[in-house]
């Protein structure tokens, strides 16, 4: 029997969407402890996880790929040979067909040891952070049995990554035996397990954000009854203005527990939504419905939700694993991830007396 669990209490600054918005807040400054950071993502989400992770792996402890695949999986082998928007376009053939459906594995493609030496290479020219700050990462990683979209031999492809890397395999736990479509899972809401399709929350009795946050973070209080915190809506803009083709909407989503609005040291879980799960598309219920808010009030973690666009070039709204935003996506000087550290940065600032 389902297990009946009182709403968020929610104080949005916006209104429901498809209603006329009012002006956003702005993303408050609360001194989290940015050190203990911490990403996870489904989909395109997975893969934007995993390239924070190693841009900013000296502050990411750990990283969930749902649904996803490698670092750098889509990266055409002449990606810095022919810089521009044609390297995309090559990029987005290979994703769609090498990084999500597993239908180049006979040329290699992906190719876990190569994309591990590619990081390395990365991280040398100090385009991301050094590997062997990703070493003591704990990653957990899942593949729904009834997931056609992103097939689980990707999945396998990125733990063989993180291993490859050096990750111990005792900091790594694959979950793969759950008959889920693609979607992040729950113990109680959303459609069928097995069902693909928005919001891409789906009910197979077994609590995702719960157990990707113990695997990062190890013991946890349990998670709260009643999730009392404050959800809200915030100003994203205020963090790409002078970020060109950037592909992030104007508001992103943040919840704050009650402890994080007066202790100062909260940690901070960043959670990526996939294509299609944007506020576009799905309104809040990514942020509402997946579970992570009544974790994140029992264990004073403050769960940033950034947002992307809708544009004619992303139609989906999917994060950029293949180069929508220029040929610097998978490194420090992506915007995207500009855009997502600078909220990391006002979450972890002092706060100003009013």
Request: glycine share 8%; charged share 20%.
């Amino acid at each position: 029997m389902k297990r009946l669990i009182p709403a968020i209490l929610l104080v949005l600054t916006v209104a429901a969407a498809g209603c006329s918005e009012q002006p956003a807040a702005e993303l408050p400054a609360l001194e989290a402890n940015r050190a203990e950071t911490s990403v996870s993502g489904i989909s395109s989400g997975a893969y934007m996880a995993g390239q924070f992770e190693m841009a900013h792996a000296k502050e990411v402890v750990g990283a969930a790929i749902i649904a996803g695949g490698p670092y750098g999986c889509s990266e055409s082998l002449y990606a810095d040979v022919i810089p521009g928007p044609g390297t995309a376009l090559l990029n987005l053939t290979k994703a769609i067909n090498g990084c999500m459906q597993n239908a180049l594995q006979a040329f290699g493609v992906p190719n876990p040891a190569l994309l591990a030496q590619r990081a390395s290479r990365l991280a040398e020219h100090d385009r991301i952070d050094p590997i062997a700050d990703v070493l003591t990462d704990r990653v957990y990683l899942f593949s729904g049995k009834n997931d056609t979209t992103v097939v689980p031999a990707i999945v396998e492809a990125a733990r063989n990554f993180y291993v490859d890397v050096g990750v111990p395999d005792a900091n790594i736990l694959f979950v793969s035996d759950i008959s889920a479509g693609h979607a992040f899972v729950t113990d109680d809401r959303g459609p069928a397990c097995d069902y693909t399709g928005k919001p891409y929350i789906v009910d197979c009795d077994y609590d995702q954000a719960g157990a990707l946050l113990k695997q990062i973070y190890g013991d946890l209080k349990a998670p709260a009854d009643v999730a009392t915190g404050r959800l809200m809506a915030f100003d994203q803009a205020a963090f790409t203005k002078d970020l060109s083709n950037h592909g992030m909407s104007d508001l992103g989503l943040v919840y704050v527990p009650r402890g994080c609005e007066a202790d100062a040291g909260c940690r901070v879980h960043i959670a990526y939504h996939g294509c299609g799960q944007n506020r576009t598309f799905v309104g809040d219920a990514f942020a509402r419905d997946s579970g992570f808010a009544r974790w994140a009030d029992a264990n004073n973690i403050v769960v940033l939700f950034p947002q992307t666009a809708a544009t004619p070039v992303n139609p989906q709204g999917c994060w950029d694993w293949w180069g929508y935003t220029g040929a610097d996506y998978l490194t420090r000087k992506a915007p995207q991830i500009i855009a997502v550290y600078r909220m990391l940065e006002r979450l972890s600032a002092p706060r100003t007396s009013s």
